[in-house]
């Protein structure tokens, strides 16, 4: 991928942008469990950033792919993962559907908020029983008079407690599984939705999430995204973006975690010399690099070709599952050459190592990207 001026200052802006007003900032949101979304994020949309890709008609940038690419991989180098994931929900996971599918009334009333930042999103689409499996979603919006009727839950929802609506994903008719769902934007201010208290998790602990309960919600059908019954093929072209995302965004994060342990193992001394001397060590750290850069390249080719509007499910489906089982080793081997700094909790690596660890889960777990492969492979067994 050939980046040129524009990609370059979009790539400066990012790296202020994380530098001013995110890194300073968090150790206080992860003691606090919540980093304040709608500021960071009006901070980020006066900067353009929340609609690189998006319509200029709606307040966005109207550029491809590719730059969205760049701010995603800068975005990376802040020392949790808690706010950018945050962001790659508000603009590669909430509101690709809606800006390409949505009508003009319902992206101006909410589409240029999410991208100027005033309005935060979230994506509806998890549930207890149904996380990778989306087909197998309980929740309904049973049509009455111009209105849907919603009954529901979804569990797991990154920006849920802060977000001013959600791009939900609901069964809206009987039939097949794969054909009878809609995308529907669903304020969160509307009557009968409840949220749960925010989720205690392992990782992303500044990265406010929680179960959302649907009773009777009554939402007009005019914020169906789209035709109806078209939801899950829009929720599946929205997963390109967000694999795709989620893999971007770990490139720089895995190489804070190598550069940090490089860091610390060339001035930590043991048996006479430094840990970066012994042979095991750099060669390790050295395969990490390697493996980042493999990543990298498989990453930015895939965006290459969406670019040129090529399907990318495969390289997409591969990028995501070597991301997520990068990020359950590299973590975890850079840890061990801390020795017992590494299991302090405010130590960088040990964040890295839990915040990391949803990578092989959220957006289709490893075992999901298998299945997906396979099937394109023709060698998934058919029921």
């Known amino acids: 991928m050939i980046f040129n001026e524009q990609h370059s200052e979009i790539r400066r802006t990012v790296k202020k942008f994380v530098e001013n007003e995110i890194n300073p900032n968090v150790e206080l949101w992860e003691k606090e469990g919540i980093f304040p979304a709608h500021e960071l994020y009006g901070k980020a949309g006066k900067l353009g950033l929340l609609g690189i890709s998006k319509p200029e008609e709606y307040g966005g940038l109207g550029l491809d792919y590719s730059y969205q690419a760049v701010f995603a991989e800068e975005l990376g180098a802040a020392e949790h993962m808690s706010s950018p994931l945050g962001m790659g929900v508000q603009t590669t996971m909430a509101t690709p559907a809606l800006a390409k599918f ?93 949220f749960s208290e925010r989720l205690d998790k392992l990782g992303a602990r500044a990265s406010d999430t929680a179960q959302i309960f649907f009773d009777d919600v009554r939402v007009p059908q005019r914020h169906r995204i789209g035709e109806e019954g078209q939801g899950f093929i829009y929720q599946m072209q929205q997963f390109q973006e967000e694999r795709l995302w989620c893999v971007l965004s770990a490139l720089r ?131």
Request: charged share 25%; aromatic share 8%; hydrophobic share 40%.
């Open 102 to 194: 949505g009508s003009d009334a319902l992206r101006q009333e909410f589409l240029r908020p999410a991208i100027s930042g005033e309005y935060v999103a979230c994506i509806g689409v998890s549930e207890p029983h149904a996380g990778s499996d989306v087909a197998q979603l309980k929740t309904t919006a049973r049509k009455e008079g111009d209105d849907y009727l919603i009954n529901g839950t979804k569990m797991w929802i990154t920006n849920s407690t802060q977000a001013d609506f959600i791009c939900l994903l609901a069964n809206t008719s009987e039939g097949q599984v794969h054909k009878n769902k809609s995308l529907i934007v669903v304020p969160t201010n509307t009557p009968g939705i409840t």
């Open 253 to 383: 994060a895995f190489e804070n975690c190598i550069d940090k342990t490089i860091e610390y193992a060339r001035d930590r001394q043991i048996f006479g010399q430094s840990v970066l001397d012994n042979q095991y060590v750099h060669y390790q750290l050295a395969e990490m690099q390697a493996e980042v850069e493999l990543l990298r390249s498989l990453s930015y080719d895939a965006v290459e070709r969406m670019v040129q509007g090529e399907d990318v499910t495969k390289l997409a489906t591969i990028a995501k599952l070597k991301v997520g089982r990068l990020a359950k080793t590299l973590p975890t081997d850079c840890l061990q050459f801390w020795g017992g700094m590494g299991m302090m909790w405010d130590n960088f690596v040990s964040r890295a190592l839990r915040d990391f660890r949803i990578v092989a889960i959220g957006g289709g777990t490893d075992e999901t990207m298998l299945a997906v492969l396979s099937k394109i492979m023709g060698i998934h067994p058919k029921k």
